[in-house]
Nanobody
Framework: QVQLVESGGASVQAGGSLTLSCATSSYTGNSGCMAWFRQGPGKEREEVATILPGDGRTDYSDSVKGRFTISQDSAKSTVYLRLNSLKPEDTAIYYC??????????????????YGQGTQVTVSS
């Protein structure tokens, strides 16, 4: 059983930055990719970034490319998501996920096996 615990969500103004963290347990990195998803009010869950553990290959949705960065610290078993140039439309609950496919694809939330509880990001204009 893989456990994922997100942290780092906050309320910020447009143009600001945040770093989200996802602490993992019992995840070896040999069972697929890790990803960050988000779900805004009244919206479907959207995949925004993926990373292949160990290899380090990353991918991003068009909506966040150039503004968000996914990274990993294997020693700490932690995956990060750096959010820059935040916009009000980035407001959502952000979820970390494990054991799923890479790269970013529509409907990916159906294929990831484990999710954390989520962390709220609110961007005000």
């Amino acid at each position: 059983q893989v456990q994922l615990v997100e942290s780092g969500g906050a309320s910020v103004q447009a143009g600001g930055s945040l770093t989200l963290s996802c602490a993992t347990s019992s995840y070896t990195g040999n069972s697929g990719c890790m990803a960050w998803f988000r779900q805004g009010p009244g919206k479907e869950r959207e995949e925004v970034a993926t990373i292949l553990p160990g290899d380090g290959r990353t991918d991003y949705s068009d909506s966040v490319k150039g503004r968000f960065t996914i990274s990993q610290d294997s020693a700490k078993s932690t995956v990060y998501l750096r959010l820059n140039s935040l916009k009000p439309e980035d407001t959502a609950i952000y979820y970390c996920a494990a054991e799923g496919p890479c790269p970013v694809m529509a409907g990916a939330h159906h294929f990831y096996k484990y999710y954390g509880q989520g962390t709220q990001v609110t961007v005000s204009s």
